[in-house]
């Protein structure tokens, strides 16, 4: 059975830092790589995908696969007290496409 | 473009009871899938359509849970009878899944909070 493993946190950066957060997984065959983010209370909305190893830049966002070590990571730059949620990490199943996600991680930005 | 519509937004029930939960998907979008989300975990898929076929459903437990998507459009999660275990968000997302053969992104509709007492 695929896994995906997380830190559930919480993880406490101050405004303005770097919150890395960190992901791995067991299926070596896996293609492409999702990050979540999840407001308390709210349902889980795509802020990155990743499908090629090295880093990906969005804006604050920085997502970076590591295919050999089978990890990914997620790192917001400038960390804003908006940025406070859960982020989860998701791998698709080969061929099916559903996604097996980690139990996420809970990144609090403080003012 | 209107997202995934789902219903009713919270239901709370007795134990044994039954309940039904609604799903609208985006329009055009071949590929529905149920989650289920318990408190501090993350989603876990319950069962994947495409189109009106199901495409797995392997962690359904069929014992209790069932769900179709007759039209190919909408679908329908129920459950018969509720546990207390059953308590959890059940979110419901859709995605394109065209031919190109990538992961389309999911777009997860806004849940429905069940309370089993």
């Known amino acids: 059975q695929k896994e995906v493993e997380q830190n559930s946190g919480p993880l406490s950066v101050p405004e303005g830092a770097i919150a890395s957060l960190n992901c791995t997984y067991s299926d070596r065959v896996s293609q492409s790589f999702f990050w979540y983010r999840q407001y308390s209370g709210k349902s889980p909305e795509l802020i990155m995908s990743?499908?090629?190893?090295g880093d990906k830049e969005d804006g604050r966002f920085t997502a970076q696969l590591n295919k050999a070590s089978q990890y990914v990571s997620l790192l917001i730059r400038d960390s804003q007290p908006s940025d406070s949620a859960t982020y989860l990490c998701a791998v698709p199943d080969t061929g099916r496409r559903a996604l097996t996600f980690g139990s996420g991680t809970r990144l609090q930005v403080q003012p | 473009e209107a997202g995934v519509a789902q219903s009713p937004r919270y239901k709370i029930i007795e134990k044994r009871q039954s309940v039904a939960f609604w799903c609208n998907p985006i329009s055009g979008h071949a590929t529905l899938y149920w989650y289920q989300q318990i408190l501090g975990q993350g989603p876990k898929l319950l069962i994947q359509?495409?189109?009106?076929?199901?495409?797995?459903d392997s962690q359904l437990p069929k014992d209790r849970f069932s769900a179709e998507r007759l039209k190919g459009v909408d679908s329908t999660l129920k459950i018969q009878p509720a546990k207390l275990e059953d308590s959890a968000v059940y979110l419901c997302a859709s995605s394109l899944d065209g031919s190109s053969g990538s992961t389309d992104t999911q777009y997860f509709g806004p849940g429905t909070r069940l309370t089993v007492l």
């Open positions: 359509f495409q189109n009106n076929g199901v495409v797995d």
């Open positions: 990743i499908y090629s190893n």
